[in-house]
């Protein structure tokens, strides 16, 4: 059973299936070549659309993970590196929060890279 796709009308820009005779928005006339080609483009846009998503994922991840470590390193020597001791910050919270966006980011873009190999 092949999948439905959409396509932008060329018209109106509505979004309409890849197998309509005709735009239920502007009844504009849609031919089957037409038809194919604007969903083949569309997926492609798509993809790249997800492909920007995740690696903006993995860039924030990274840099909540990484603000972390530093904030929690940072504030480790500052208290051990005084004379009486001190306190110093667990960002547990951005670490944790940092690496699941980043592995989020991380697994849904090799998902992507392997859908092309396919």
């Known amino acids: ?10 018209s109106c820009k509505e979004y309409i ?3 309509a005779k005709a735009c239920r928005f502007c009844s504009t006339p849609i031919d089957a070549q037409t038809a194919q080609a604007a969903a083949d483009a569309q997926a ?6 997800r492909r920007k998503q995740y690696a903006r ?4 991840g990274g840099g909540l993970c990484a603000l972390g470590l530093v904030i929690t390193i940072g504030s480790y020597i500052a208290a051990t ?4 001791g001190g ?13 699941g ?12 890279l392997k859908k092309d190999d396919a």
Not at 44 to 49: A, D, G, K, S, T
Not at 81 to 84: K, M
Not at 101 to 112: A, I
């Open 1 to 10: 059973m092949a999948q439905t796709r959409v396509f932008q009308c060329p």
């Open 17 to 19: 299936a890849s197998d």
């Open 44 to 49: 492609v846009e798509n993809r790249q659309y």
């Open 57 to 60: 994922h993995m860039m924030t």
């Open 81 to 84: 590196s005084g004379e009486g």
């Open 87 to 99: 306190s110093y910050m667990m960002m547990y919270g951005l670490i944790i929060v940092g690496a």
């Open 101 to 112: 966006d980043f592995l989020y980011g991380l697994v849904g873009w090799l998902s992507e």
